[in-house]
């Protein structure tokens, strides 16, 4: 196999323990890692390109692991530029967390990506929400549906306990994986015994929080009270669309919707938080195999809406100024709410960042995600690097960081023999890097370049796909 592409001279990071090998050469046949080895005096073999690389470092391609791709607001649906922003940023890969009978179809035929764009790792159907499944028997039922129309998982987010738990049930028996919120009233040892794959957003809201509070007994009543809505369920799936749009308004920021007997309850459980209750919950985490997804940029951008720093964001020249001016009317909606509220809210962002470094320490297996493509302040692409940093910020490791966004993801997806680490036979979706990400996680900002399936992005190719999508939203 005759290479096309050979990085040379480059430094590369082990995934697994940090460690370096410098000056190796990494060979490229089409999308594959082909070799790597010791920087060859002889050069290059014909007909391949070579980039001097001499000085950087090689690491696999990010992956955002939580994220919304085909939902940007004001993108008109096409969601080229989203993919085009990810891979300018290093993001080579992603975990779709929102899908749909269409969108599941139109992947089977090959559609649903363009050309250029990060790789689709993972896709769940619609996610189960009262009007899907608004009682156990329509939970069941949506599950079967999703499972027959090639979902990868089953994505749960406001449902009831009881069809949570039938929901659960029923992919147990499908054998496809079931993940997502927690709803209010569940009992989160028992979801996570029954095999929930991974918790995102560490809850959200209060129910992971109330395992690790001094007063569980008495929090835990009062989420019960707090359960999901009754709704009739949706009996035409042509309306899943009018239903995504109503669930983007609520996207925006979630926080938004609270009322003051959920804000009451997120003031008891942060108070009452015990960094030594934490403990049994992580245990039982690690036990089952557990997987969670924090991605504490989006509780920041939650529950830190109004902050101004947002609005002042370079990467806000790549957003239609359509979502702009949406992001800028959530803000101001959290605005309004007491000055009371918008402290327990900060609190909530604070205790989920000091619990995401407890898990960690504990050894449940974690991923990096942004949770970006609708929520408010959060740039695709940008927003993962944003997650590094509030990764780093919590107390996470700069090498535990790079883990989660590469080797971890790889393993969550039961996918190690072709990504998660820079080796023969592996995809070449890869990030050049400035400098050594495994002593801080802000080197991991360091971009120097970019490999998806086996094509080379130099930083002047990369800045023109930034440049070019900023002038695009000006005119828009
Ligand atoms: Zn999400």
Not at 107 to 124: I, K, Q
Request: charged letters at 20%; hydrophobic letters at 40%; a negative charge.
């Amino acid at each position: 196999m005759d290479a096309d592409l050979v990085i040379r001279d480059v430094t590369v990071v082990s995934t697994r323990d940090g460690s370096l090998q410098a000056h190796q050469d990494v060979a490229i046949s089409g999308d594959r890692i082909i070799s790597v080895g010791p920087a060859s005096p002889d050069g290059v073999p014909s007909g391949a390109r070579a980039v001097d690389a001499g000085g950087t470092y090689l690491v696999p391609g990010f992956n955002d692991m939580h994220a919304h791709m085909f939902s940007r607001p004001g993108s008109g649906g096409d969601p080229s530029e989203t993919f085009d922003l990810m891979l300018a940023h290093g993001v080579t890969g992603f975990r779709q967390m929102s899908g749909s009978a269409r969108m599941l179809r139109q992947r089977a035929d090959g559609t649903l990506m363009p050309e250029r764009a990060p790789r689709l790792l993972a896709m769940p159907g619609s996610v189960l929400t009262p009007f899907n499944a608004g009682t156990a028997q329509a939970a069941v039922a949506t599950v079967r549906r999703q499972r027959d129309d090639g979902a990868d998982f089953i994505k749960a987010a406001l449902v009831t306990s009881e069809a949570f738990y039938a929901a659960q049930a029923e992919a147990r028996r499908l054998g496809i994986p079931i993940l997502g919120h927690l709803p209010n009233g569940i009992d989160v040892a028992r979801a996570s015994g029954e095999g929930i794959r991974s918790v995102e957003h560490l809850g959200p809201g209060a129910t992971l929080l109330a395992c690790c509070s001094t007063e569980q007994d008495a929090v835990r009543d009062k989420l019960a009270a707090r359960s999901g809505p009754k709704l009739p369920p949706l009996k035409f799936s042509f309306l899943e669309p009018v239903l995504d749009r109503v669930l983007a308004k609520v996207v925006v920021n979630p926080a938004n919707m609270s009322r003051q007997p959920d804000i009451d309850i997120l003031a008891q459980v942060t108070a009452s938080f015990d960094q030594d209750a934490v403990g049994p919950i992580a245990q039982r985490f690690v036990a089952d195999g557990t997987w969670q997804v924090p991605t504490l940029i989006r509780s920041r951008t939650t529950q830190r809406c109004d902050d101004p720093e947002w609005d002042s964001q370079p990467g806000l020249r790549y957003m239609a100024p359509s979502t702009l001016q949406t992001w800028r009317k959530a803000a101001a909606k959290f605005a309004k709410f007491p000055a009371s509220s918008r402290q327990t809210f900060r609190t909530v962002y604070a205790t989920m960042s000091h619990l995401a470094c407890l898990l960690d320490a504990a050894g449940v297996r974690m991923l990096a995600g942004s949770d970006s493509g609708g929520a408010a302040w959060e740039v695709p692409g940008i927003a993962l690097h944003q997650e590094f940093d509030e990764l780093a910020k919590a107390g996470l490791p700069p090498l535990r960081i790079l883990q989660m966004t590469t080797w971890d993801a790889a393993d969550f997806l039961g996918a190690t023999d072709v990504m998660g680490t820079v080796d023969a036979g592996k995809h070449a979706d890869l990030v050049l890097l400035d400098a050594n990400p495994v002593e801080s996680a802000g080197h991991l900002h360091q971009i120097a370049g970019v490999v998806r399936a086996g094509h080379y992005y130099s930083p002047a190719d990369l800045d023109a796909i930034k440049d070019s999508i900023a002038a695009s939203q000006s005119v828009s």
